[in-house]
């Protein structure tokens, strides 16, 4: 089974400044049928489901505001926000769908510094 | 833009099967996609339970997999999760959701069930 690990557990951000969320899988997830990595990530709030945010690594969901991206291949791979937003609180997780059997990481909580 | 809603008992005895339908709307589960279940204990994170395609193809969590079944009904438009010999360790908030086109990670989601273990 592939193990994701997220790094940090939590992170403290200024309004407006950069924040940087780690996620490293045990395994490759990248596909060699289309040479994407098969790595997804979600953003939650509380009491709400998790929403998509980023798959194939890189590739932003519709109406997924442009100060997040995503990058990485292979097992090691990076969310970034470029400018944080107080909305933008949340706990951040990582999701790996390769093979038949998918993994999320423990989550990254964000909070406003 | 597809709907999803699921709905079961929230109070199941320790023993016994834990049984969820999602019904979805505005969409139909015949025409493709793939369909999945993910529960997430109280303050706690996320974890994948397994997928399904229309054609009852299924991909289980290893560590659940003796336990799960999975099913679709393309007639009623919904699909469904059987979990037998529960513990309180099964207590969580059960999401259905739909796969991105040509991937499986999760772009719509129910707004979760909590379900509860008692002994």
Do not use: H
């Not at chain 1, 997220?6 to 596909?31: F, H, M, W, Y």
């Not at chain 2, 709307?25 to 493709?32: A, P």
């Amino acid at each position: 089974d592939i193990v994701m690990t997220q790094s940090p557990d939590s992170l403290a951000v200024s309004l407006g400044e950069r924040a940087t969320i780690n996620c490293k899988s045990s395994q490759s997830v990248l596909n060699s049928s289309n040479n994407k990595s098969n790595l997804a990530w979600y953003q939650q709030k509380p009491g709400q489901p998790p929403k998509l945010l980023i798959y194939w690594a890189s590739t932003r969901e519709s109406g997924v505001p442009d100060r997040f991206s995503g990058s990485g291949s292979g097992t090691d791979f990076t969310l970034t926000i470029s400018s944080l937003q107080a909305e933008d609180v949340a706990v951040y997780y990582c999701q790996q769908y390769y093979g038949s059997s998918y993994s999320f990481g423990q989550g990254t909580k964000l909070e406003i510094k | 833009q597809v709907q999803l809603q699921e709905s079961g008992p929230g109070l199941v005895k320790a023993s016994e099967t834990l049984s969820l339908t999602c019904a979805v709307s505005s969409y139909s589960i015949s025409s493709g996609y793939y369909w999945g279940w993910i529960r997430q204990p109280p303050g706690k994170g996320l974890e994948w339970i397994g997928s399904i395609f229309r054609s009852g193809t299924t991909y289980y969590n290893p560590s659940l997999k003796s336990r799960l079944t999975m099913s679709v009904d393309t007639s009623k438009n919904q699909f469904s999760l059987n979990l037998s010999s529960v513990t309180a360790a099964d207590t969580a908030v059960y999401y259905c959701a739909r796969s991105v086109a040509g991937a499986l990670c999760f772009q719509n989601w129910g707004q979760g069930t909590l379900v509860t273990v008692s002994s």
